[in-house]
């Protein structure tokens, strides 16, 4: 139990194009998922909290209008990045929050911006 | 002063020791504890999940929360080179409050 997809597990795209990271929780429904940023061989960053129904919240110095966040359904969360430039570049990890509180992280998306 | 400290390693142990990996906390208001295990390139797996201070057991993994020195503990017993992987420990203030995470600690099980 407790799966998290996320998709697509790697994607490559051209500066100034936009992407969209698809987040979903398999087997139990999350009111709230996380979307984080780890830099090579470093600690995960908060980048947002995504709640169902409403707007996300997000963390000091993530620019909102370039992190589109929308978690439509209790399954389902997805970022776009708007606009990618490749200082973009990074791997993208969503968690969603389990009954008890717990997070469950997907296996992560590796975006390059050339 | 960071609110988690971890060391990042790495950490080298041979096959079949017992590995002990530890954070520190500066905030009190700290209840909830966990250590997650990631391997390269993939997302944090949950290993450990506990509440205020005591021990929690988990098969070859032990986790201690010692709230009056801010100190947890991961112990891995019988350590196998699957293990081998970048730990980090987690805590929150409440059960629905933001997770503050360590910087990881990195550790290799020498066959």
């Known amino acids: 139990g407790a799966v998290v997809s996320q998709h697509p597990s790697r994607v490559i795209c051209k500066s100034g194009t936009s992407v969209k990271i698809e987040c979903r929780s398999l087997?139990?429904?999350?009111?709230?998922m996380f979307w984080y940023r780890q830099f090579p061989k470093k600690s995960l960053m908060l980048m947002a909290t995504s709640n169902e129904g409403s707007k996300a919240t997000y963390e000091q110095g993530v620019e909102k209008d370039k992190f589109l966040i929308n978690h439509a359904s209790l399954t389902l969360s997805t970022l776009t990045v708007t606009s990618a430039h490749p200082e973009d570049s990074s791997f993208y990890i969503c968690?969603?929050?389990?009954?008890?509180?717990?997070?469950?992280f997907g296996p992560g998306t590796r975006l390059t911006v050339t | 002063q960071k609110e988690v400290e971890q060391d990042p390693g790495p950490l080298s142990v041979p096959e079949g020791a017992i590995v002990s990996l530890n954070c520190t906390y500066s905030n009190s208001a700290f209840q909830y504890f966990m250590w997650y295990r990631q391997y390269s390139r993939k997302g944090p797996e949950l290993l450990m999940y506990?509440?205020?201070?005591g021990n929690k057991e988990d098969g070859r993994f032990t986790a201690q929360v010692d709230k009056s020195s801010k100190y947890i503990s991961l112990f891995i017993r019988d350590s196998q080179p699957s293990d081998s992987a970048t730990y980090l420990c987690a805590m929150s203030a409440s059960s629905a409050s933001k997770i503050i995470f360590g910087s990881g600690t990195r550790l290799s099980i020498r066959p």
């Open positions: 087997d139990f429904q999350a009111t709230t």
């Open positions: 968690s969603a929050q389990g009954p008890t509180y717990e997070q469950y």
């Open positions: 506990t509440y205020s201070s």
